[in-house]
């Protein structure tokens, strides 16, 4: 009864406004460039957020490849770009206060900022009602 009501509770946090990925990241879409993080289901499985690796601005990035990772208490965690392109931001903030993950994972926890070289991956992504139903099966 607890992991249903658990998840339940992660699947409810999940802004409609986003797209999302298999691997449990968030994409906003702001112009012509996409914020990028991990969901609030990806943290509560990963439990306490203690380290994030991002890359570089001016890194590009390759869709379904690792750009970066968390660790948590209970493992090391890659995070794989939604989307491809060229990174044009980085959340600084995670360097010194990674619990943001876990605290807020769809405003202070964005992870990178990307300037896609092709728009149309975002597309290909789920909507809110989708990552509900993939979350749901899991």
């Known amino acids: 009864m607890k992991d249903l009501l658990?998840?339940?509770l992660k699947v409810s946090n999940l802004p409609n406004e986003l797209k999302y990925s298999e691997e449990h990241?968030?994409?906003k879409v702001e112009g012509d460039k996409v914020r990028i993080g991990i969901t609030d289901f990806?943290?509560?499985?990963?439990g306490d957020i203690v380290f994030v690796e991002l890359p570089e601005v001016g890194d590009e990035v390759e869709a379904d490849e690792p750009f970066?990772?968390?660790e948590s208490v209970k493992t090391v965690s890659e995070l794989y770009a939604p989307v491809s392109g060229k990174v044009v931001e980085v959340n600084e903030e995670l360097d010194d206060?990674?619990?943001y993950v876990n605290?807020?994972?769809?405003?202070k926890a964005w992870m990178i900022v990307v300037e896609p070289s092709d728009a149309s991956?975002?597309?290909?992504?789920?909507?809110a009602d989708e990552y509900k139903e993939?979350?749901?099966e899991e």
Request: hydrophobic share 30%.
């Open 6 to 8: 658990r998840r339940s």
């Open 25 to 27: 990241e968030w994409v």
């Open 42 to 46: 990806a943290q509560s499985e990963l």
């Open 68 to 70: 970066g990772s968390v």
């Open 97 to 99: 206060n990674p619990e």
């Open 103 to 107: 605290e807020s994972p769809y405003e």
């Open 121 to 127: 991956q975002v597309e290909k992504l789920m909507s």
């Open 134 to 136: 993939m979350i749901s």
